[in-house]
T-cell receptor, first 116, second 113 residues
Framework: GENVEQHPSTLSVQEGDSAVIKCTYSDSASNYFPWYKQELGKRPQLIIDIRSNVGEKKDQRIAVTLNKTAKHFSLHITETQPEDSAVYFCAASEGGTGGGADGLTFGKGTHLIIQP | DAGVIQSPRHEVTEMGQEVTLRCKPISGHNSLFWYRQTMMRGLELLIYFNNNVPIDDSGMPEDRFSAKMPNASFSTLKIQPSEPRDSAVYFC???????????FGEGSRLTVL
């Protein structure tokens, strides 16, 4: 099955600086890579996703890059703000659009701390 | 829509007791997932259903765990007998056909003493 490794486990950055979280995956058949944000005591929520036919995707201060050859993908957050403090999870699946009967395999999460 | 609804939100029970967690997915979503979250193991996929049919239960830890989806609007995860190592937050999530996004419920926090 799929195995997703995520690092670092904890990341502390100054407010306004950038944060980068990296993930690797093992199954070359995976082609859908979402990122979820989980605030303390809350549910995980999708913030951005990328599919294997795209190398990079941006949404305001958030961007995700994908290198299928190396089997790794990264989340980039620019101009970090206090509300960015949370646990971020990467995930991978074979679902393409995710519409197939498949489940997401999650990384173990990165606790992002934004220092004022 | 109210989102994915899980109950109970919190459950404290003693070792050996039966635990039943419930989930109501978002109407119209055709896939349903059960995840378990712990500090040590992160978010683990236990089982998922597509159109009420269990597709992959390879993540279910052992025979003490079972899950059912009798119809499109209801699913249960049962642990019998429960053990202290089952203590975790159990999330249910649903997904509409043709998209990748999982919509998570608030979770059920289980503590087994």
């Amino acid at each position: 099955g799929e195995n997703v490794e995520q690092h670092p486990s904890t990341l502390s950055v100054q407010e306004g600086d950038s944060a980068v979280i990296k993930c690797t995956y093992s199954d070359s058949a995976s082609n859908y890579f979402p990122w979820y944000k989980q605030e303390l005591g809350k549910r995980p929520q999708l913030i951005i996703d990328i599919r294997s036919n795209v190398g990079e995707k941006k949404d305001q201060r958030i961007a995700v890059t994908l290198n299928k050859t190396a089997k790794h993908f990264s989340l980039h957050i620019t101009e970090t703000q206090p509300e960015d403090s949370a646990v971020y999870f990467c995930a991978a699946s074979e679902g393409g659009t995710g519409g197939g009967a498949d489940g997401l395999t999650f990384g173990k999460g990165t606790h992002l701390i934004i220092q004022p | 829509d109210a989102g994915v609804i899980q109950s109970p939100r919190h459950e404290v029970t003693e070792m050996g007791q039966e635990v039943t967690l419930r989930c109501k997915p978002i109407s119209g979503h055709n896939s349903l997932f059960w995840y378990r979250q712990t500090m040590m193991r992160g978010l683990e996929l236990l089982i998922y259903f597509n159109n009420n049919v269990p597709i992959d239960d390879s993540g279910m830890p052992e025979d003490r765990f079972s899950a059912k989806m009798p119809n499109a609007s209801f699913s249960t995860l049962k642990i019998q007998p429960s053990e202290p190592r089952d203590s975790a937050v159990y999330f249910c999530a649903s997904r509409p056909m043709g998209t990748g996004e999982l919509f998570f419920g608030e979770g059920s926090r289980l503590t087994v003493l």
